[in-house]
């Protein structure tokens, strides 16, 4: 089974603030590699795909990148409605497999 | 409107059996694999079952800690995927989520629609 190891696990951030979060992968998975965004009591939200393409309907303010087994996702400029959990996935090899989540909260 | 609705949730006892359904609208059911997700309360996202479509041969990929416990079915005519629970444990309890996979030519690059979810809650 591919590991997804997400760092850090929470973060506390301001509006306007730039923001990375980390992906590892146990082994190399190309650039199969999704972000997801999830606010409490919601269904989580497709944001990146491919590693960096993104989602339609996903503010550029997202972008993600990486290849092989290192992977960031970036909000280059935080908004009120960012503030939730990002979960990254490896979806192309079974098992289907998530990192642990990333927190993000305000300051 | 794109849109996936679960169904089917509910409390039930050790050992026995329930039967999630997902019903698809606002696009070609029957041009999508479909796939299954759960998450515990106050925990993350744990990927259950996979359904291909039927270009693919409706073949069925599971997690290891449901399978032979669960099965994953579609019924393209109604727009409908299944998940057939059996043998639940307390550990099964969480929120199932019914999602649509983005794919191409049968490489698959993540879930681009999910459903609300509904609930199983297993306990004695």
């Known amino acids: 089974d591919i590991q997804m190891t997400q760092s850090p696990s929470s973060v506390s951030a301001s509006v306007g603030d730039r923001v990375t979060i980390t992906c590892r992968a146990s082994q190399r998975i190309s650039n199969w590699l999704a972000w997801y965004q999830q606010k409490p009591k919601k269904a989580p939200k497709l944001l990146i795909y491919a590693a960096s393409s993104l989602q339609s309907g996903v503010p550029s303010r997202f972008s993600g990148s990486g290849s092989g087994t290192d992977f960031t996702l970036t909000i280059s400029s935080l908004q009120p409605e960012d503030f939730a959990t990002y979960y990254c996935?490896?979806?192309?090899?079974?098992?289907?497999?998530f990192g642990g989540g990333t927190k993000l909260e305000i300051k | 409107e794109v849109q996936l609705v679960e169904s089917g949730g509910g409390s039930v006892q050790p050992g026995r059996s329930l039967r999630l359904s997902c019903t698809g609208s606002g696009f070609t059911f029957g041009d999508y694999a479909m796939s299954w997700f759960r998450q515990a309360p106050g925990k993350g996202l744990e990927w259950v079952a996979f359904i291909r479509s039927k270009a693919y041969g409706e073949s069925t990929e599971y997690a290891a800690s449901v399978k032979g416990r669960f099965t994953i079915s579609r019924d393209d005519s109604k727009t409908i995927a299944y998940l057939q629970m059996n043998s639940l444990k307390t550990e099964d309890t969480a929120l199932y989520y019914c999602?649509?996979?983005?794919?191409?030519?049968?490489?698959?690059?993540?879930?681009?629609?999910w459903g609300q979810g509904t609930t199983v809650t297993v306990s004695s």
């Open positions: 999602t649509r996979v983005k794919a191409t030519r049968g490489d698959y690059y993540g879930m681009d629609v």
């Open positions: 996935q490896q979806p192309n090899s079974f098992p289907l497999t």
